[in-house]
Nanobody
């Protein structure tokens, strides 16, 4: 059974940094597409970044150049490094997985989320 557990969220000032982690179990981590979504109450879920099984990455325009997604297949952990944080980055961040990257946004396999709050 797929389990995803996020950690690393918190409260930071604008311009600060955080590293989110997602510990994954119950599926062949190295062969699956992994990603991060974020959601603010009352707004649509937004895809932030993804990393395919071959290591290729994709970033939303709003985070490109500031966020870095990576994966450690030996430990089955997904990371998201958030640099130069802005108040608009405040959201609940969810780790998500799917066998194919195009299915990430609507995948039922996601964690409980970790809150990121950026103050000005």
């Amino acid at each position: 059974q797929v389990q995803l557990v996020e950690s690393g969220g918190g409260s930071v000032e604008s311009g600060g940094s955080l590293t989110l982690s997602c510990a994954a179990t119950g599926f062949p981590f190295s062969r699956y597409c992994m990603g991060w979504l974020r959601q603010v109450p009352g707004k649509e879920r937004e895809g932030v970044a993804l990393i395919a099984s071959d290591g290729s990455t994709y970033y939303a325009e709003s985070v490109k150049g500031r966020f870095t997604i990576s994966r450690d297949s030996a430990k089955s952990i997904l990371y998201l490094r958030l640099n130069r944080l802005k108040t608009d980055d405040s959201a609940m961040y969810f780790c998500v997985t799917a066998q194919h990257c195009h299915a990430l946004m609507h995948s039922p396999h996601r964690g409980q989320g970790t809150q990121v709050t950026v103050s000005s």
